[in-house]
């Protein structure tokens, strides 16, 4: 079914009291101007505070605002999964509830998607955060690039605008929710970014910390994988096992070469143990491998699902939309 508005916002909030009713006020006078229908989605993301009161007495008032509370904190990614879930428009643009993201760009950034993009990236070039956040999140941007392969300079600006029918299938957990434009781009979508007014907190407290950096990474590491080897985990296991198998060989040919020469016994080098648990990692890693490509097609087989993507399908010189799996 076509969606029914036009656009979606979708908003996570966690202890934001002080936030809530300005951002709301700011960012419905900008799509009321706009001039298209719209929805806003806010999503408690179990705050101790005074914030779902806020945002309850906002939702009672105004029938454009969904509001989700969630029983206990989960976390930004989560918060903006249950929203992306529950958005109805044909575009959504997720963004920050604590002020620092402007509503303005909204318009500019539908804008540059009328231009043919499928995701437009948020890029706060001139940040307004202390250096100690803005350092690590530089190198951070700069390995999701490079392991990537998809140039942005800022993943972790929640403001962004998608079209809807390229994160409906997106699932999102831990800190995934900053690669969302990874996965729309090796999905064939036409990803850009563009520089977007970030303003300072003026009020709450940073919920971001160094703490985030090793998760993101860690999560950077899952979407590789599943992007390049989902469909072929034997690749990964067998290919690492296949090594150490190599490794096992040639450190076994050493320790011979030793005994043979007079050099070394075998009790006086550590080559033919490390030989004996290479073999023994090679040959479970390359098992692994093969199970894992049983569980991958009982995945696959099982709920109809199939390993590519189809855009669009030409038949009796008819163009028709490609049927839709869930």
């Known amino acids: 079914m076509p969606a029914s508005i036009d656009l979606s916002v979708v908003v996570p909030f966690f202890q934001e009291e002080d936030n809530a009713k300005a951002l709301y006020t700011e960012l419905k006078g900008v799509l009321d101007t706009f001039g298209r229908e719209y929805e806003m989605i806010f999503v408690d993301d179990g705050s101790t505070d005074k914030t779902?009161?806020?945002?309850?007495?906002?939702?009672?008032?105004?029938?454009?605002?969904?509001?989700?509370?969630?029983?206990?904190?989960?976390g930004q990614?989560?918060?903006?999964?249950?929203?992306?879930?529950?958005?109805?428009?044909?575009?959504?643009?997720?963004?920050?509830?604590?002020?620092?993201?402007?509503?303005?760009?909204?318009?500019?950034?539908?804008?540059?998607?009328?231009e043919g993009y499928e995701c437009v990236s948020g890029w706060r070039k001139n940040r307004q955060d202390s250096g100690l956040r803005v350092l690590p999140s530089k190198v951070a941007n700069g390995l999701i690039s490079w392991l990537s392969g998809v140039q942005l300079h800022d993943y972790g600006c929640t403001l962004k605008a998608y079209r809807r029918d390229v994160i409906e299938g997106v699932r999102l957990y831990g800190e995934m929710h900053r690669f969302i434009p990874i996965y729309a781009h090796w999905q064939?979508?036409?990803?850009?970014?563009?520089?977007?007014?970030?303003?300072?907190?003026?009020?709450?407290?940073?919920?971001?910390?160094?703490?985030?950096?090793?998760?993101?990474?860690?999560?950077?590491?899952?979407?590789?994988?599943?992007?390049?080897?989902l469909t072929k985990p034997i690749y990964v296991f067998g290919g690492f096992?296949?090594?150490?198998?190599?490794?096992?060989?040639?450190?076994?040919?050493?320790?011979?070469?030793?005994?043979?020469?007079?050099?070394?016994?075998?009790?006086?080098?550590?080559?033919?143990?490390?030989?004996?648990?290479?073999?023994?990692?090679?040959?479970?890693?390359?098992?692994?491998?093969l199970l894992a490509e049983v569980l991958i097609r009982t995945y696959y087989e099982s709920q109809n699902k199939r390993p590519y993507l189809v855009g669009s399908v030409i038949e009796k010189g008819e163009t028709k939309a490609p049927e839709r799996r869930e």
């Open 77 to 114: 990614t989560a918060a903006l999964a249950a929203g992306i879930e529950r958005a109805k428009g044909n575009v959504v643009v997720p963004m920050d509830g604590d002020l620092q993201n402007d509503p303005a760009e909204i318009p500019k950034m539908l804008a540059k998607m009328a």
């Open 241 to 289: 096992g296949m090594a150490s198998l190599v490794l096992s060989m040639f450190a076994l040919i050493a320790a011979v070469v030793l005994k043979l020469t007079g050099l070394k016994d075998f009790v006086s080098t550590p080559l033919p143990l490390f030989s004996g648990i290479a073999a023994l990692i090679g040959i479970q890693a390359v098992l692994t491998g």
């Open 52 to 74: 779902y009161s806020v945002l309850e007495e906002i939702a009672k008032a105004d029938h454009k605002v969904v509001l989700v509370k969630f029983r206990r904190n989960f």
């Open 188 to 229: 064939g979508a036409r990803v850009t970014e563009m520089v977007v007014n970030h303003r300072a907190r003026v009020a709450g407290v940073s919920k971001y910390g160094f703490g985030r950096i090793p998760r993101v990474v860690l999560d950077l590491i899952v979407v590789k994988f599943l992007f390049q080897y």
